[in-house]
């Protein structure tokens, strides 16, 4: 079974200029999540997914992060304009069942390591 | 709102001896707990996880944890330790009967020496 796929692994930019991330989830996952992990902390929850609606944005900067998962699969999480702080690594994951119906466990991707200069 | 506390950045044990990587959460209802692995430039990988049931919950690579409901703990152990083991390792919490967020602790370096 393949895993979640992101791409790119890495990218540098600088302030105010824009940056766009992409996810491929496991196939048959409903559930897709991106989280912000800023070196030496714990990933945190930027939006949460169910198929293409979006179930949890409350953490997302909207003046600046947007995303989108326009068909349900894959997805695309865009910085407009980029800050110093937004260096990080943006991680995706997938999950089976969908919130709410009991637990589960969130598969991960291998993250895009940003650095805005 | 849910919190997840890991009180030691690194641990340090040498290989062959046990290992705990210590939890503890905050939730207003009952949680879903748990731990996942962060290897060096890999995304994190999901270890074991406790959602009802028996106390002591086993999962990949020889790792358990046991859920202890009066302390509100969740802390992972091992009982020999091997040099492969070095990683980051995360504690998350999910409240479930308050919201879908994951949260996770802050995550403990575990170093294990031959």
């Known amino acids: 079974e393949a895993g979640v796929a992101q791409s790119p692994r890495y990218k540098i930019i600088e302030k105010r200029q824009s940056v766009a991330f992409w996810c491929n989830p496991i196939s048959g996952h409903a559930t897709l999540y991106w989280y912000q992990q800023i070196l030496g902390q714990g990933p945190k929850l930027l939006i949460q997914?169910?198929?293409?609606?979006?179930?949890?944005d409350s953490q997302l900067p909207k003046d600046r992060f947007s995303a989108e998962r326009l068909k349900g699969v894959d997805s695309t999480l865009k910085i407009q304009p980029a800050k110093l702080e937004d260096s990080a690594v943006y991680l995706c994951a997938s999950s089976y069942r969908s919130p709410g119906q009991g637990s589960y466990e969130q598969y991960f991707g291998p993250g895009t390591r940003l650095t805005v200069t | 709102a849910q919190s997840v506390a890991q009180p030691e950045d690194q641990v340090n044990v040498a290989e062959g001896n046990p290992l705990t990587v210590k939890c503890t959460y905050s939730?207003?209802?009952?949680?879903?707990l748990f731990w996942y692995v962060q290897y060096p430039n890999r995304g994190l990988q999901f270890l074991l996880k406790y959602i009802t049931g028996d106390n002591l919950v086993k999962g990949s690579y020889g790792f358990e944890a046991e859920f202890n409901k009066s302390q509100t703990s969740f802390h992972l152990k091992k009982p020999s330790a091997l040099v492969s083991d070095s990683a980051l390792y995360f504690c998350?919490?999910?409240?479930?009967?308050?919201?879908?967020?994951?949260?996770f602790g802050g995550g403990t370096r575990l170093m294990v020496k031959p």
């Open positions: 939730v207003s209802g009952n949680p879903y």
């Open positions: 998350a919490v999910r409240d479930r009967n308050a919201g879908n967020m994951l949260t």
């Open positions: 997914f169910q198929n293409n609606g979006v179930v949890d």
